[in-house]
Protein backbone atom coordinates (compact mmCIF):
# COMPACT_ATOMS: atom_id res chain seq x y z
CA UNK A 1 0.00 0.00 0.00
CA UNK A 2 1.43 3.04 -1.02
CA UNK A 3 2.96 5.89 1.91
CA UNK A 4 0.51 8.31 0.43
CA UNK A 5 -3.06 8.58 -1.02
CA UNK A 6 -3.73 8.05 -4.54
CA UNK A 7 -5.40 11.05 -6.09
CA UNK A 8 -8.17 10.11 -8.26
CA UNK A 9 -9.89 13.11 -9.11
CA UNK A 10 -8.78 16.63 -10.05
CA UNK A 11 -9.29 19.58 -7.70
CA UNK A 12 -7.91 23.06 -8.08
CA UNK A 13 -4.60 22.58 -7.40
CA UNK A 14 -4.09 19.64 -9.83
CA UNK A 15 -6.07 20.11 -12.53
CA UNK A 16 -3.17 20.60 -15.47
CA UNK A 17 -1.72 17.52 -14.70
CA UNK A 18 -4.65 14.96 -13.74
CA UNK A 19 -5.72 16.31 -17.57
CA UNK A 20 -2.50 15.83 -18.77
CA UNK A 21 -2.18 12.22 -17.47
CA UNK A 22 -5.50 11.28 -18.75
CA UNK A 23 -4.92 12.81 -22.56
CA UNK A 24 -1.13 11.03 -22.50
CA UNK A 25 -1.98 7.67 -20.73
CA UNK A 26 -5.93 7.16 -20.75
CA UNK A 27 -6.43 7.66 -16.79
CA UNK A 28 -4.74 8.66 -13.92
CA UNK A 29 -2.81 5.52 -11.77
CA UNK A 30 -0.21 4.13 -10.21
CA UNK A 31 2.71 6.41 -9.29
CA UNK A 32 1.43 9.20 -10.55
CA UNK A 33 -2.05 8.84 -8.60
CA UNK A 34 0.29 9.32 -5.65
CA UNK A 35 2.74 11.97 -6.49
CA UNK A 36 0.22 14.35 -8.15
CA UNK A 37 0.08 15.61 -4.60
CA UNK A 38 2.92 17.13 -6.02
CA UNK A 39 1.34 18.03 -9.93
CA UNK A 40 4.04 20.34 -11.21
CA UNK A 41 6.64 17.20 -10.31
CA UNK A 42 4.21 15.16 -11.62
CA UNK A 43 2.73 16.82 -14.85
CA UNK A 44 6.81 17.14 -15.62
CA UNK A 45 7.83 13.72 -14.62
CA UNK A 46 5.03 12.67 -17.29
CA UNK A 47 6.39 15.07 -19.82
CA UNK A 48 9.68 13.52 -20.05
CA UNK A 49 8.07 10.13 -19.64
CA UNK A 50 5.95 11.11 -22.99
CA UNK A 51 8.69 11.56 -24.90
CA UNK A 52 10.47 8.50 -23.71
CA UNK A 53 8.24 6.22 -24.41
CA UNK A 54 5.84 7.91 -27.15
CA UNK A 55 7.79 10.40 -28.76
CA UNK A 56 11.48 9.64 -29.02
CA UNK A 57 12.21 7.66 -32.67
CA UNK A 58 14.76 5.34 -30.93
CA UNK A 59 13.30 2.12 -31.27
CA UNK A 60 10.59 0.30 -29.22
CA UNK A 61 12.94 -2.12 -28.25
CA UNK A 62 15.76 -0.35 -27.03
CA UNK A 63 13.21 1.57 -24.82
CA UNK A 64 11.77 -1.48 -23.70
CA UNK A 65 15.09 -3.23 -22.60
CA UNK A 66 16.65 -0.30 -21.02
CA UNK A 67 13.26 0.39 -19.10
CA UNK A 68 12.66 -3.06 -17.64
CA UNK A 69 16.78 -3.32 -16.99
CA UNK A 70 17.18 0.02 -15.09
CA UNK A 71 13.48 -0.80 -13.19
CA UNK A 72 14.25 -4.35 -12.11
CA UNK A 73 18.21 -3.18 -11.04
CA UNK A 74 16.73 -0.48 -9.27
CA UNK A 75 13.70 -2.75 -7.73
CA UNK A 76 10.80 -1.04 -9.02
CA UNK A 77 8.14 -3.93 -9.48
CA UNK A 78 5.70 -0.67 -10.30
CA UNK A 79 7.49 -0.33 -13.57
CA UNK A 80 9.55 -3.83 -14.40
CA UNK A 81 6.53 -6.05 -14.46
CA UNK A 82 4.43 -3.78 -17.26
CA UNK A 83 7.88 -3.55 -19.23
CA UNK A 84 8.63 -7.12 -19.00
CA UNK A 85 5.14 -8.07 -19.96
CA UNK A 86 6.24 -5.64 -23.21
CA UNK A 87 9.34 -7.58 -23.97
CA UNK A 88 7.43 -10.63 -24.04
CA UNK A 89 4.75 -9.27 -26.15
CA UNK A 90 7.51 -7.95 -28.76
CA UNK A 91 9.22 -11.53 -28.96
CA UNK A 92 12.19 -11.29 -26.61
CA UNK A 93 13.59 -14.50 -25.54
CA UNK A 94 11.67 -15.68 -21.76
CA UNK A 95 15.38 -16.48 -20.94
CA UNK A 96 16.44 -13.03 -21.64
CA UNK A 97 13.64 -11.50 -19.78
CA UNK A 98 13.89 -13.48 -16.86
CA UNK A 99 18.09 -12.70 -16.83
CA UNK A 100 17.05 -9.09 -16.50
CA UNK A 101 14.31 -9.45 -13.92
CA UNK A 102 16.82 -11.22 -11.95
CA UNK A 103 19.68 -9.31 -12.73
CA UNK A 104 21.81 -12.39 -13.62
CA UNK A 105 23.76 -12.55 -16.74
CA UNK A 106 22.32 -12.89 -19.84
CA UNK A 107 22.88 -15.06 -22.42
CA UNK A 108 20.76 -15.20 -25.99
CA UNK A 109 20.24 -11.96 -26.17
CA UNK A 110 20.09 -9.97 -29.90
CA UNK A 111 22.83 -7.13 -30.56
CA UNK A 112 20.06 -4.81 -30.23
CA UNK A 113 19.16 -6.20 -27.10
CA UNK A 114 22.49 -6.14 -25.31
CA UNK A 115 23.07 -2.50 -26.34
CA UNK A 116 20.40 -1.33 -23.92
CA UNK A 117 20.91 -3.71 -21.35
CA UNK A 118 24.64 -2.89 -20.98
CA UNK A 119 23.99 0.75 -21.12
CA UNK A 120 20.98 0.60 -18.42
CA UNK A 121 22.82 -1.81 -16.28
CA UNK A 122 25.91 0.11 -16.48
CA UNK A 123 24.27 3.30 -15.56
CA UNK A 124 22.69 1.77 -12.87
CA UNK A 125 25.06 -0.19 -11.37
CA UNK A 126 27.96 1.43 -11.27
CA UNK A 127 26.65 4.76 -11.72
CA UNK A 128 28.92 5.28 -15.56
CA UNK A 129 28.92 4.38 -18.89
CA UNK A 130 32.11 2.46 -20.37
CA UNK A 131 33.50 4.20 -23.50
CA UNK A 132 32.61 0.54 -25.22
CA UNK A 133 29.14 0.94 -24.73
CA UNK A 134 28.68 4.62 -25.06
CA UNK A 135 29.99 4.02 -28.94
CA UNK A 136 28.18 0.76 -29.68
CA UNK A 137 25.19 2.70 -28.87
CA UNK A 138 26.12 5.86 -30.85
CA UNK A 139 26.88 3.90 -33.81
CA UNK A 140 23.26 1.71 -33.38
CA UNK A 141 21.37 4.80 -32.50
CA UNK A 142 22.89 8.01 -33.49
CA UNK A 143 24.54 11.15 -31.49
CA UNK A 144 20.50 11.90 -30.68
CA UNK A 145 19.62 7.89 -29.85
CA UNK A 146 22.30 7.77 -27.38
CA UNK A 147 21.22 10.83 -25.57
CA UNK A 148 17.81 9.75 -25.59
CA UNK A 149 18.70 5.92 -24.48
CA UNK A 150 20.49 7.92 -21.69
CA UNK A 151 17.32 9.93 -20.79
CA UNK A 152 15.36 6.99 -20.91
CA UNK A 153 17.63 5.32 -18.29
CA UNK A 154 17.28 8.30 -16.11
CA UNK A 155 13.62 8.44 -16.55
CA UNK A 156 13.42 5.20 -14.87
CA UNK A 157 16.19 5.53 -12.80
CA UNK A 158 14.10 8.58 -11.23
CA UNK A 159 10.64 7.13 -11.23
CA UNK A 160 12.39 3.85 -9.11
CA UNK A 161 13.26 6.50 -6.86
CA UNK A 162 10.07 7.78 -6.28
CA UNK A 163 8.18 4.49 -6.36
CA UNK A 164 10.46 2.40 -3.95
CA UNK A 165 10.48 5.93 -1.45
CA UNK A 166 6.31 5.83 -1.83
CA UNK A 167 5.85 2.10 -1.71
CA UNK A 168 3.73 1.69 -5.04
CA UNK A 169 2.76 -1.44 -5.75
CA UNK A 170 3.27 -3.59 -9.19
CA UNK A 171 0.30 -3.91 -11.30
CA UNK A 172 -2.07 -6.39 -10.93
Known sequence: MPRLPEITSPNNENQAAFDYLVKTRGAVRGGFAVTLVSP?????????????????????????????????????PAEYVLHARQLRQMGVNEAVVQAILDRAPVSGASADELIALNLARELTRDHRLSDATFRAAQQRLGDQGVVDLIAAVGYYAMLAVCHVALDIPPPK
Open 40 to 76: DITQRMAHVGTYVRFDSPVDKLFREVAATVASAEMHN
